[in-house]
């Protein structure tokens, strides 16, 4: 039996992909600074902080070794989070440190293989229409905001750790993946999941504020499909970065609508100032089809759908339990 380790196991995409690793056969351990929205499947669960090396030791310390590392703990958020430019130590620092700790564990305790989610952000913004996405234009280098520099050097890291060490790295940037246990509130949500909570409180006949002017364009792909690349890309001898995302471009005005459509709500939609992040940004998948024989498989509808009603469903488990227990996002009665 193969054995994996997986930080950010409490998380979004790290959940799903213990999911998918335990269904797939394995024996998981997963790792996180908290537990995931629904109960984990993970044979094992340790609750640490990957920033500190003696905690990452204790993660990696096992009967046996592990064959497979995945690394998903990231301080990250959407973009009123990366972008607001408050909170660029932190989320520099900290994402930096937990994946300095845990390469160098993976070469302390003989791991073979790590896999790294990089992001969308590594891209820079440049001045035309459409900001296309393949792999080498993330060069020359100038991503939008400090979370992508991060990701940018770590992936350079890894590669040197490849290099140097010959630890085998997988390297993914994923682009915009939605889906069940998403982040949706608190702070650190992503325009996807703060438009699906903004439409699911809105009454009928109400009005919602959207962030930007609506014009903005983003490509979403579905948590599953997100988690059928990771293990496509880890199956494979893979050794350069490769784009995980749909190339399905969809401005956040048309997504609005479309989430209107599967509301059945009327309501106004008031555009504010703030945060947006890049204008464009259009993935390209060609090489994860090339390369690892991988494309997303679910709609936007559908991956859209199952998105809202989850998050619905989370609003009316909330709003079932006593208001002093509501998150702050409630008892404001804000959208
Ligand atoms: P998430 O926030 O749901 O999961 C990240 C997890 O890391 C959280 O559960 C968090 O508690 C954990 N974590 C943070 N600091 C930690 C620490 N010090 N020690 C242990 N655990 C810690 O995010 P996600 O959406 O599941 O993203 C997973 C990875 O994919 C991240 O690296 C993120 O940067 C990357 N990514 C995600 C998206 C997306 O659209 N969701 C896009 C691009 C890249």
Same mark, same amino acid.
């Given at each position: 039996m193969k054995r994996a380790l997986v930080f950010g196991a409490g998380g979004f995409i790290g959940g799903h992909l213990v999911d998918q690793l335990v269904a797939d056969g394995y024996w998981v351990r997963g790792v996180d600074l908290k537990l995931t929205a629904e109960p984990s499947t993970a044979n094992d669960f340790l609750l640490l902080d990957a920033r500190s090396p003696s905690s990452v030791d204790r993660a990696f310390s096992c009967e046996m070794k592990f064959d497979e590392v995945y690394q998903l703990a990231a301080d990250m958020g959407g973009a009123t989070y990366i972008n607001a430019g408050i909170h660029d130590a932190d989320v520099m620092s900290n994402s930096v440190i937990i994946n300095a700790n845990i390469a160098k564990a993976c070469v302390r305790y003989g791991v073979k293989k790590l896999f790294?989610?990089?992001?969308?952000?590594?891209?820079?913004?440049?001045?035309?229409?459409?900001?296309?996405?393949?792999?080498?234009?993330?060069?020359?280098?100038?991503?939008?905001?400090?979370?992508?520099?991060?990701?940018?050097?770590?992936?350079?890291?890894?590669?040197?750790?490849?290099?140097?060490?010959?630890?085998?790295?997988?390297?993914?940037?994923?682009?915009?993946?939605?889906?069940?246990?998403?982040?949706?509130?608190?702070?650190?949500?992503?325009?996807?999941?703060?438009?699906?909570?903004?439409?699911? &409180?809105?009454?009928?006949?109400?009005?919602?504020?959207? /962030? %930007?002017?609506?014009?903005?364009?983003?490509?979403?792909? *579905? =948590?599953?499909?997100?988690?059928?690349?990771?293990?496509?890309? &880890?199956?494979?001898?893979?050794?350069?970065?490769?784009? /995980? %995302?749909s190339d399905v471009l969809i401005?956040?005005?048309? *997504? =609005?609508?479309?989430?209107?459509?599967?509301?059945?709500?009327?309501?106004?939609?008031?555009?504010?100032?703030g945060p947006t992040g890049v204008k464009d940004r259009h993935c390209q998948v060609t090489l994860a089809s090339q390369l690892i024989d991988w494309r997303p498989t679910t709609d936007l509808r559908t991956a859209t759908s199952m998105t809202y009603q989850w998050i619905r469903e989370q609003i009316l488990y909330e709003v079932a339990r006593p208001a002093e227990t509501w998150p702050d996002l409630l008892k404001r009665g804000r959208t």
């Open positions: 790294f989610s990089s992001s969308a952000c590594v891209y820079p913004q440049v001045e035309r229409d459409l900001s296309t996405c393949y792999e080498d234009d993330a060069y020359p280098a100038r991503p939008d905001n400090e979370y992508g520099w991060e990701k940018l050097f770590t992936e350079r890291m890894l590669m040197s750790f490849q290099r140097q060490y010959g630890l085998a790295v997988r390297i993914a940037r994923f682009h915009s993946i939605v889906g069940p246990r998403s982040t949706w509130q608190g702070g650190k949500e992503k325009a996807h999941s703060a438009l699906a909570r903004k439409v699911a &409180m809105v009454e009928n006949g109400g009005c919602i504020e959207v /962030i %930007g002017d609506g014009t903005q364009t983003r490509t979403f792909l *579905y =948590v599953t499909d997100c988690v059928s690349g990771i293990r496509a890309l &880890m199956d494979s001898d893979v050794d350069t970065v490769i784009n /995980i %995302g401005s956040i005005a048309e *997504y =609005v609508e479309l989430l209107r459509s599967l509301s059945g709500k009327d309501f106004t939609v008031k555009y504010i100032p």
